[in-house]
T-cell receptor, first 114, second 109 residues
């Protein structure tokens, strides 16, 4: 298995909703990442988990809450989002945080906040 | 500061060759990546250069000059499916990927 699987592929949520994005990989990678990408912009790093511990939090608002239940799973919990949070949310993984040659992206979740 | 520059948009003809340039200024260097991204899809890995020179992989080649802070991606025998954005990214001294804004490549018949 050489894939990073993200669910759901599309999500529409209201500003008062709570939802979660899920990411799963079975490549034995120990580093997992959440990125946010707006149209025609490069990916922006949000969070990095290394060995199931949060190692980087790029000053992301608290309405985004990451969770790494085990080495294969990464969640992003969403609460009280704003319309400007609408974007493509990408999960990625690599063998180690310092070894990103095998950096693999999931297909993303297209999030729309209404 | 850290900066990666690449052209915003390029147009080329099917069957031709196109070169997409990338210049960078980063705190440290741990390799340069090229990714392809079709609209609405995730980036897919194309190449990784950490030493100077040319790396060839089928129709795609990538070149790096560390002294000049410069790379290019060369696409040969262009096909319509090559229409996509091409993202240049550099690993800095903290092993963070610094991304360019991407080059949108339009292929015309």
């Amino acid at each position: 298995d050489t894939e990073v699987t993200q669910t759901p592929k599309h999500l529409v949520m209201g500003m008062t909703n709570k939802k979660s994005l899920k990411c799963e990989q079975h490549m034995g990678h120990r580093a997992m990442y959440w990125y946010k990408q707006k149209a025609k912009k490069p990916p922006e790093l949000m969070f990095v988990y290394s060995y199931e511990k949060l190692s980087i939090n790029e000053s992301v608002p608290s309405r985004f809450s990451p969770e790494c239940p085990n080495s294969s799973l990464l969640n992003l919990h969403l609460h009280a989002l704003q319309p400007e949070d609408s974007a493509l949310y990408l999960c990625a993984s690599s063998q180690e945080r310092e070894i990103y040659y095998g950096y693999t992206f999931g297909s993303g979740t297209r999030l729309t906040v209404v | 500061g850290q900066n990666i520059d690449q052209p915003t948009e390029m147009t080329a003809t099917e069957g031709a060759i196109v070169q997409i340039n990338c210049t960078y200024q980063t705190s440290g260097f741990n390799g340069l990546f090229w990714y392809q991204q079709h609209a609405g899809e995730a980036p897919t890995f194309l190449s990784y250069n950490v030493l100077d020179g040319l790396e060839e992989k089928g129709r795609f080649s990538s070149f790096l000059s560390r002294s000049k802070g410069y790379s290019y991606l060369l696409l040969k025998e262009l096909q319509m499916k090559d229409s996509a954005s091409y993202l240049c990214a550099v690993g800095d001294s903290n092993y963070q990927l610094i991304w360019g804004a991407g080059t949108k490549l339009i292929i015309k018949p």
